[in-house]
């Protein structure tokens, strides 16, 4: 294997990723996993987190659980001391956990929801940086890659959700210029639509799901597989000169919105030339 080959490689990493029982975390752990690290995967507690590693362990992957609510500060120092405890380091940070509120106009919007998405998506991830990045601000070394969403640019009818990820947009430029001088690097994933549990009841609807197939450009929803395979090359040594960036995994989604437009529409929504 060549040097470059090797630089894509996660050997004797140890990568924290929280929502890990998630459709998107289960896939992240694995694909860090069978580049070289060790997951820990953080999630509220239950049975969910439980059978999910013990589903990495039957394929013979190693790693630890930790139950953890990322809102409540104590229990985020909690897990810290967990994995210093366990493995001395954190070199990874996945801030991946979120909450997709349901669609309910801006002028009836609960400050309950409001105030909830902001505790998952955005302060959950602000305190999982706090202290797992203090880990790697002793070792002048580490690498954190966020889950934003293309909500950040595009708003949608769940408002809670798409402005908290654009705090999380705005949070990982903070850490990236703030941090950058110590050795550590902050990017931002941003997903579009991705097939997991937290969005599969959109897809149940045929009508939804080709709608959102026409509007991307490489006609297919995205695969969680997708997402992780950013996130992997993004904790790498691969992308060691980036940081502070936003990369969408959307399939081109988010660029469109302009010929959907056009008179061309129909023949590109067919998938014909014009
Ligand atoms: N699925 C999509 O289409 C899509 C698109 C864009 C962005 N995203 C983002 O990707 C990430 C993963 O989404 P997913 O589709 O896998 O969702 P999911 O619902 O399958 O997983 C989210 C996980 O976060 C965990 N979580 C929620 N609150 C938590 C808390 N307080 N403490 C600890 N863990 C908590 C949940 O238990 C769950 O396991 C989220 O940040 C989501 O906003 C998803």
Redesign the pocket.
């Known amino acids: 294997m060549t040097s470059e080959d090797l630089s894509y490689r996660l050997d004797g990493r140890v990568a924290t990723v ?9 896939a992240i752990c694995r694909r860090l996993a069978r580049l070289g690290a060790t997951p820990v995967l ?3 507690p ?1 049975e ?2 439980t059978a999910v590693a013990e589903g990495l362990r039957s394929d013979g992957i190693a790693c630890h659980a930790v139950a ?5 500060e104590n229990e985020v120092i909690a897990a810290t001391e967990t994995v210093s405890h366990e493995y001395g380091r954190c070199d990874i940070l996945v ?6 509120h349901k669609a309910v106009p801006l002028e009836s919007l609960d400050i309950e929801i409001w105030m909830s998405s902001f ?3 955005t302060t ?1 991830a602000f305190l999982c940086t706090k202290h797992f990045g203090a880990m790697m601000l002793a070792v002048r070394s580490g690498n954190i890659v966020n ?5 950040t640019a595009l708003p949608t009818a769940s408002a809670g ?1 798409g402005v908290t ?1 654009t705090a999380v947009l705005g949070f990982t430029r903070q850490v990236a210029v703030e941090w950058g001088p110590h050795g550590i690097r902050a990017n931002i994933v ?10 599969q009841a959109f897809y149940a609807d045929p009508v939804i799901r080709k709608l959102r197939e026409t509007a991307i450009a490489l006609r297919r929803i ?1 695969t ?1 597989e997708d ?1 992780a395979a950013m996130v992997s090359f993004l904790a790498s040594d691969a992308a060691s000169y980036v940081t502070g960036q936003e990369i969408r995994v959307d399939g081109g989604f988010s660029l469109t919105s302009h010929i959907l437009t056009q008179p061309q529409r129909d023949l590109y929504a067919e998938g014909k030339r014009w």
């Open positions: 929280t929502g890990a029982a998630g459709g998107m975390g289960v953080l999630d509220l239950g969910r987190l953890c609510d990322i809102t409540n801030n991946n956990a979120g909450a997709l505790a998952v998506n959950g889950i934003g969403s293309t909500a959700y990820k941003s997903p579009g639509f991705i097939l997991t549990p937290l969005s995205g969680p997402v």
